[in-house]
């Protein structure tokens, strides 16, 4: 659900008093709805996406990080998702620190830095699935919004959940979404999920509990199309004139929180 900023090796803060004070006059919900219910929409909600052979999305991305100084600070990015099942996927992450694609077409995994026009590649063969797992566990590289994007994804988001609730509804963009949130030892998320015949996410909060200050990650979907029809060479990797292949090691900029900064919310 979740590694869609592209790839990320691991919202934003409120700076207005008035608002911040504001909400803090909000009531919370009297009683929030139950559990089985946030269960049974996040489960629909992962169904429908399992069933889409096909999936092209927009998106933007937010990674608060905290520094020694306990500053919170907030990088943001902005991508295009392209996957086709069960085996190609296409990801864009543009932001200030990082221009960066990463093309899968089953058999080989590429990483181009535009901004430095250099690319490492990697033989993997399997589903889109394996190449997540293999990307985080072997390369510490993780997909924006990955555990979204899997095969039965309601079984590995739920897997450490400890308390799961309805919370309501709201509106992203103008769409209205059933607002769920969930609990496990180390994370809160929060997840929007547009109501209707079409339950898709367009919004996905996770907070750190682990770390001083409670740093998110926060990723807003838009542009969700179920109905492409992508041809294979657009997952498969064509080095643009002088193009210089390195070790995956070496290829600096694909992350999208600037060298030298702590990491934030994962």
Known sequence: MADLTFW??????LTCVGLTIGLAMIAPPARAESGDDAMAILKTMSDYIDGQQSIALLYDSDIEVITPQLQKLQFTSSGQVLLDRPDKLHVTRHGGYADV??????????????????FASKDLQGTIDQLIDKLRGELGIDAPGADLLFSHSFEGMTADVIDAEHIGRGVIDGVECEHLAFRNTETDWQIWVEVGPKPIPHKYVITSKTMAGAPQYTLRISGWNSNTQPSADMFAFKAPAGAKQIDLSALSGIDEVPPGKPVGAK
């Open 101 to 118: 694609d990463v093309y899968y077409d089953g058999k080989r995994a590429t990483v181009y830095g535009n901004n430095i026009n250099a």
């Open 8 to 13: 990320q090796r691991s919202t934003g803060a």
